[in-house]
């Protein structure tokens, strides 16, 4: 079966720093991805990690440890534009059909 | 400007009645995505198509269709065979026709609520 795990929701202050993780149990793996979604709008493509290690782009970094089916999403000098639901998604691999297994996504709200 | 086109944003149905989403790319992508996005829930796959006249059931295909007779445009149709049809639907695109990417262009969204 496929479950993946993030925190409903989470509360940040403007200018800190907050970390978003993502657990995911699997019957194959194929890349972990990252979304940020905006109320009532499209979701839009932050970052993915297929090996092991830290992925950085620019305030937003994103870990994977395949060994621990761990991932997290860490947003730096947070702003208020950065509250949004930040979605997980675990790829299949390709002879499993490959496509994208979404979480249930996490609600972060940044106050000033 | 490149994009994902869909509408309507809003649609109201009557129980009974079947009603079609429209989904529109000039992205030039190959592959193409429907998805339900309910409160509390991950976004659930209901088809794709990684070619025109070609589209393959996602994990709740029941009580849709689809078409792909164009690469630009992948409509949906939500038949009165589905018994709980309200919910956020997001239309989705990728470059690649036979390799499910993980990048995903997504549009708008339309929101179906049924009275």
């Known amino acids: 079966g496929q479950n993946i795990d993030q925190p409903t929701e989470m509360t940040a202050t403007e200018g800190a720093i907050v970390q978003i993780n993502c657990t995911y149990q699997?019957?194959?793996?194929?890349?972990l991805f990252w979304y940020q979604q905006h109320a009532g709008e499209a979701p839009t493509f932050l970052s993915y990690n297929v090996l092991d290690g830290l992925e950085e782009k620019g305030r937003f970094s994103s870990f994977l440890s395949r060994s621990k089916g761990y991932s997290y999403l860490l947003l730096k000098e947070l702003q208020m534009k950065d509250s949004a639901s930040y979605l997980c998604?675990?790829?299949?691999?390709?002879?499993?059909?490959?496509?994208?297994?979404f979480g249930q996504g996490t609600e972060l709200s940044v106050k000033p | 400007d490149g994009g994902i086109t869909q509408s309507p944003k809003y649609l109201f149905r009557k129980e009974g009645q079947n009603v079609t989403l429209s989904c529109e790319q000039n992205l030039n992508h190959d592959a193409m995505y429907w998805y339900r996005q309910d409160p509390g829930q991950g976004l659930r796959l209901i088809y794709y198509s990684q070619i025109v006249n070609d589209f393959q059931k996602g994990d709740i295909a029941e009580g849709y269709s689809v078409s792909r007779e164009k690469k630009e445009s992948f409509p949906l149709t939500v038949t009165s065979a589905q018994k709980n049809p309200t919910a956020f639907y997001l239309c989705?695109?990728?470059?690649?026709?036979?390799?499910?990417?993980?990048?995903?262009?997504f549009g708008a969204g339309s929101r179906l609520t049924v009275l």
């Open positions: 998604a675990v790829r299949e691999p390709y002879n499993q059909g490959g496509k994208l297994i």
């Open positions: 989705a695109s990728s470059i690649g026709r036979l390799v499910f990417s993980g990048v995903l262009t």
């Open positions: 699997t019957s194959g793996f194929n890349g």
